[in-house]
């Protein structure tokens, strides 16, 4: 049971997500630098959070382009499961692994706060321990968060059942609140809020717990007793 | 082979909102007592120095640049070509 952290020039989420993994979690779990390729025999990718090449141009759009995600391409049409938090969702959207585009924020301000997200669908890699309906009090920390869908894209989200998590409250104008969608075989997930910044008592003034389902989640799907 | 200066200008198709245009116009133009001014929209200048053999085959040249490496998000971007020589 491996999971890889891919870390670009200008992740900054990748050690708490290391942390959390290898030191909540137990998962064996290693970095892998944007330029190298990733091994069969990883069960599971993580694209951490950050500003990878400082945002320039459009919010992971140049990361897209890095050799390691025609491996995170392979993996995921090999059904691994993938997830990426704010810029890794960035960077997902951006190599077309994930549909739709997150734009500025309305407030066209960088936005650190907590918000409560609302799962949609709990039949993914990352939330098959969650309740659909449930709450998730989780912080978000970005610039260009706001996912939008035209109509067309998002009857096909609705239909295929892709809202992963919305938020309760409107936040910064995304299309129907949408936090986080996955593709249409489920195993790729993006979301914009960080669950590495929640799933831990000391770090969660409100409730920890179900952001840490998010990872129990990847432990059940990794067939890992916990 | 001439050089060419190639600008492309990406902004956001009609329909989606451009914040930053509309706090220029609502907070900065319209505040300054020009009425006359109905919209602004912002976007973004890239502008390619390319060599190559005529006008048309350095923008398509870099009509293709931009579309294979989605310098623009085609679902909510639109983009405008145009060389000249340098």
Known sequence: MKVAVVVFPGSNCDRDMFHVLTDVFNFETQYFWHQDKLPNNIDAVILPGGFSYGDRLRAGVIAANSPIISSVKKLANSGT???????????????????????????????????N????????????????????????????????????????????????????????????QIAGICNK????????????????????PVDYKPSSLIFESLLKTLGVKN | MPEFNVTAIIENKPGISDPEGETILNDLVLKSKNSSVKKIRSGKILRFTIVGSDIKSVEKKVEKICDELR????????????????
């Open chain 1, 81 to 115: 499961p993938i997830l990426g938090v704010c810029n890794g969702f960035q960077i997902l959207v951006e190599s077309e692994l994930l549909p739709g585009v997150l734009l500025k924020n309305t407030s066209l301000n960088f936005m650190c706060e907590w918000t």
């Open chain 1, 117 to 176: 997200l609302i799962v949609n669908n709990n039949n993914t890699p990352f939330t098959n321990k969650l309740k659909v309906g449930q709450k998730i009090p989780i912080p978000i920390a970005n610039g260009e968060g706001r996912y939008f869908a035209d109509k067309k894209l998002l009857s096909e989200l609705k239909n295929n059942n892709q809202i992963v998590f919305s938020y309760q409250n409107r936040v910064n104008g995304s299309t129907e």
């Open chain 1, 185 to 204: 075989d489920g195993n790729v997930v993006g979301m914009m809020p960080h669950p590495e910044r929640a799933a831990e008592a000391i770090i969660n």
């Open chain 2, 71 to 86: 310098i623009f998000n085609p679902l909510v971007s639109k983009i405008t070509i145009s060389a000249n020589k340098c």
